[in-house]
């Protein structure tokens, strides 16, 4: 059987409500409450927010949610991954920065970052920017510069849990049904362990079903699911 490793996310887009909150709750409460706390910085808490956890535990989904939801209200945003090869200059019309997988930066990515930080926290003119980062370690642990990682470390930390297997069943007969399709746990069971487990995989994979699923005008089952991989 093949293995499907996608790095997709949601049909509609990352968002706050979309993500399983489960043991993460307290983090998804933390920033749709900061999100929702008025339009501009000078309204909302500059403090550092740094998210950390595992591949597969939600840091990117929940950065980009953040970063659309702001878009949303009219903000800029300034944004810096690892992809990100040639970042800006720190621009004051931001309401915020978000940078993601400061683990994988460079050295020139990670002096980027960090005059991000230091221009967010005490810009030139104006209130302090809101910054929000996420790395796979605690921030102790980062291997970056050490300027860069006393600064991701101040703040609010939290860390994210990869979904369990349980909640990985809710995740897919949730997200099932909101596409107006019933999984059997026989089919759940099967993709469970036959596929990459990460969630943005698995909705990938469910979206692929779905849309096999319609066009041959068949239920989803585990001979459906088999042929869909024999021939897409």
Known sequence: MKQLA?????????????FYAGRNAPVVSHLQNWVNDGFGAAQRSPVPTYLWGASGSGKTHLLKAVREMLREQGA???????????????DERWSAVLMDDVHLY?????????????????????SPRWILSAG????????VRDDLRSRLGWGHVFQLH???EEERREVLKTE???????LSADVVDYMLKRFSRDLASLMQLLDMLDEFALRNKRAITIPLLKTMLETE
Not at 176 to 182: E, F, L, N, Q, S
């Open 162 to 164: 990869v979904p369990n």
């Open 6 to 18: 996608l790095d997709i996310g949601l049909p509609t887009g990352p968002s706050l409500s979309r």
């Open 106 to 126: 460079t050295p020139m990515q990670q002096a980027r970052a960090f005059n991000w930080f230091v221009n967010a926290i005490n810009p030139p003119s104006g």
């Open 76 to 90: 800029q945003v300034g944004w810096l991954d690892a992809s990100t090869g040639f970042p800006p200059e720190f």
């Open 136 to 143: 796979d370690t605690p921030p102790a642990a980062m291997e």
């Open 176 to 182: 099932a049904a909101a596409r107006g399709v019933t």
